[in-house]
């Protein structure tokens, strides 16, 4: 066993390690190994983790409790401790890796009412009452969870409140809790249904990150939780606030369980402003990228355990090593800097004109007529010269009689980063940041998209907005709250007469409300729609579809729902779901036809239905013909395609690369544009989470 441990730690890298834990038997994965088995780990037989901090994971078994460094095999046996019948440990914390003198254990009593703590050599622990603000618990359940060092004091959170305590220790080891003026941050709801909640330290900054989590498609008695969005925020301290988070310089979080930490990212392996997790039930991790808001599945670990297992990250520490060591070890590993030099500007500010600018105007402005829309916008801001030659657009269909093609265009998606929209071409894999004017919307969600409007949701209002028309349409003050919505919808373009806007929106996710407005009316209604008890439950997956003068609505389990003359909503005994059993489904219309699309586990399939109104029953289709569906969350549409490669083809908001994913009817297989390649399902795709098509509409 000696001479194993010896050529491990030789060999091993000092990259995070999945730990695995299933029941007698754990395995340990590095992320850098593609998934192969690196050790078993009879340590940790019959010992339940508690806590992971600096290397070392704090674990307990009958025998009490002690920490376990699972790179070298050190074990630190604590002494015995007996509790009280009305004590219990919620949490726990190493305070400093073992070998400086401040080095202690100390565990969370989940009435909050001492603290208890034993240094590294002590015979015995120590229980001392704590003092300050105890009253910080809104109910008797409510106790103190994930603690974290950061600058020499410890914080926390309270489970159910939400609250944010400061605990100082003071000379004599005496403990004070101190509650902070601000709790966790409300996360807008309408998009989740699960919440993995984290408060870690990363750096010197405390930060908490949100990771929503959706039922997919149920397999081996339990659903796939699958995520659905992710948020970050930091605590400012000077300002006592918590700050939305866009990027991680040089960092990487990774989140599990108990044991969640950050680490210098060093590319290939560790990319920064990354997020890696691995969900319950899942045999494949997850990374989030802050930057662009995408989140990638990798491969299914093959050799993972096939009953249910339970995932922890740790990242190896080897005796005395810092985590300076850590990044001077993996020099040289990484691939070569992305980072580009950019060539200095002149000092004396003057622009350099080449021989484009030798051009006649006309000449120019001719260019530009046979340009499309983003390719028009770059070639304006080339320099003075094709400024003054090529006008800017006026958003306005007789300003579009310029562009000498009459084919519409593919649609772009839009998705929101700090306070602005973000549009991506997927056919040319260009980005374009715009600002929706006259609004500062540090926190916004898009929820809809249709006709090249936007429902733009934030705090308690929405308002719809076009953004190349560059119009805005303002909505009276909701009647629940933005965070209860659910999904959304529109009949017809905004601007029509006889737009209605429909909201569904739940307080306690058993109940269903259907908000509803005429907008030239300019005044909410309300109907009582529907509760789970009634055989129907939403799914935030898909947006209903204003079809034949009805609201239709896909219902998780894939059965319909109907909202009729505004007075009656009604759950359809037929059409049945055509489907036993999956994990995405998105409904649209497709000209004058409702359709489906389902969706397997990680793409494993694709099935396209449409409903035949007469029968009341969904036929599957094989081909769709000129048609290309569009699908996300937020949107879903068809359009008629402009050229043979756009044919018989479902487009996701999914990226391999920098290349659009789609999956093809004629081949059954996923494909990206641009290239040959044929992927494996979603497998090493970047999904856009909370991306919404949008049709390039102006009027």
């Not at 983003?374 to 801001?381: A, L, M, N, Q």
């Amino acid at each position: 066993m000696e001479e194993e441990r010896q050529n491990f730690s030789a060999k091993a890298e000092p990259f995070p390690w999945l730990l695995i834990t299933q029941y007698k038997q754990e395995h340990n994965f590095s992320i850098g190994a593609h998934g192969d088995i690196i050790k078993t780990i009879p340590e940790l037989r019959d010992k339940r983790i508690f806590d992971y901090n600096d290397g070392w994971l704090t674990v307990h078994d009958h025998n009490g409790y002690s920490i376990f460094n699972p790179a070298t095999s050190e074990s630190i046996q604590f002494p015995p401790l007996s509790f009280r019948p009305d004590q219990f440990v919620s949490f726990s914390n190493l305070s400093c890796p073992p070998g400086n003198p401040d080095s202690m254990l100390i565990l969370f009593e989940k009435n909050a009412s001492s603290f208890i703590f034993c240094r590294i050599g002590d015979r015995q622990w120590t229980e001392q009452p704590a003092s300050g603000d105890l009253d910080y618990k809104d109910n008797d359940g409510d106790y103190l969870i994930s603690p974290v060092w950061c600058r020499g004091k410890l914080y926390s959170r309270t489970r159910f409140s939400l609250k944010i305590v400061e605990i100082e220790r003071l000379v004599h080891d005496q403990f004070v809790i101190r509650l902070l003026p601000l709790r966790i941050p409300k996360f807008l709801k309408f998009y989740r249904r699960y919440s993995d909640l984290k408060m870690m330290e990363s750096d010197g900054e405390v930060f908490i990150v949100n990771v929503a989590l959706r039922e997919g498609e149920w397999r081996d008695g339990s659903y796939n939780l699958e995520p659905t969005a992710v948020e970050v925020r930091r605590l400012d301290f000077s300002r006592m606030e918590w700050e939305r988070v866009d990027g991680v310089k040089d960092r990487a979080f990774f989140l599990a369980n108990r044991c969640h930490f950050s680490c210098p990212a060093v590319e290939p392996l560790v990319e920064e402003s990354h997020l890696y997790f691995f969900p319950p039930t899942s045999k494949s991790f997850y990374s989030f990228n802050l930057e662009d808001q995408t989140i990638h599945v990798s491969f299914p670990f093959s050799n993972l355990p096939t009953s249910k297992c339970f995932p922890t990250w740790v990242m190896p520490r080897f005796s005395g090593q810092t985590e300076n060591d850590l990044v001077e070890g993996r020099k040289g590993t990484g691939e070569i800097s992305k980072h580009v030099a950019i060539k200095e500007e002149k000092e004396t500010g003057v622009e350099v004109e080449g021989r484009f600018c030798e051009l006649p105007p006309d000449i120019l402005f001719g260019i530009s007529r046979r340009l499309v829309l983003h390719d028009y916008t770059s070639f304006r801001g080339v320099n003075r010269m094709s400024r003054l030659a090529v006008p800017p657009i006026q958003w306005t269909s007789i300003a579009w009689d310029r562009f000498e093609f009459n084919d519409p265009l593919p649609p772009w998606l839009v998705f929101p980063r700090n306070s602005i929209c973000n549009f991506i071409d997927p056919l040319r894999g260009q980005r374009y940041p715009m600002k929706i004017a006259d609004f500062s919307l540090e926190e916004f969600r898009i929820c809809y998209s249709k006709d090249g409007w936007c429902v733009i949701l934030r705090e308690n209002s929405m308002f719809l907005w076009n953004s190349f028309s560059k119009k805005i349409i303002q909505l009276p003050d909701m009647l629940h709250n933005s965070d209860s919505v659910v999904n959304c919808c529109f009949s017809t373009s905004p601007e029509s007469s006889d737009c209605i806007l429909v909201l569904v929106c739940t307080e306690n996710g058993i109940e269903f409300d259907i908000d509803y407005i005429f907008l030239e009316d300019r005044e909410w209604l309300n109907f009582l729609a529907f509760n789970t008890g009634d055989g129907f439950c939403l799914t935030d997956s898909n947006t209903p579809v204003f079809y034949d003068g009805t609201f239709f609505f896909l219902g998780k389990e894939g059965n319909l729902g109907v909202f009729e003359d505004f007075e009656v909503f009604d759950v359809l005994q037929n059409p049945q779901c055509p489907c036993n059993s999956f994990c995405e489904s998105y409904l649209l219309e497709s000209e004058g036809k409702l359709l489906s699309v389902f969706v397997g586990t990680f793409g494993e399939w694709v099935r396209i239905f449409s409903l035949d109104t007469s029968e009341m029953a969904w036929i599957e289709l094989q081909d769709i013909g000129k048609q290309t569906l569009y699908v996300s969350r937020f949107s879903s549409f068809s359009m008629t395609a402009t050229t043979p490669d756009m044919r018989n083809k479902v487009h996701f908001p999914r990226f391999s690369g920098n290349n659009p994913v789609y999956y093809s009817l004629d081949s059954k297989r996923f494909h990206s544009h641009g290239t040959e390649d044929v992927l494996r399902g979603f497998y090493n795709t970047n999904e856009l989470l909370l991306g919404a098509w949008v049709e390039l509409k102006w009027y």
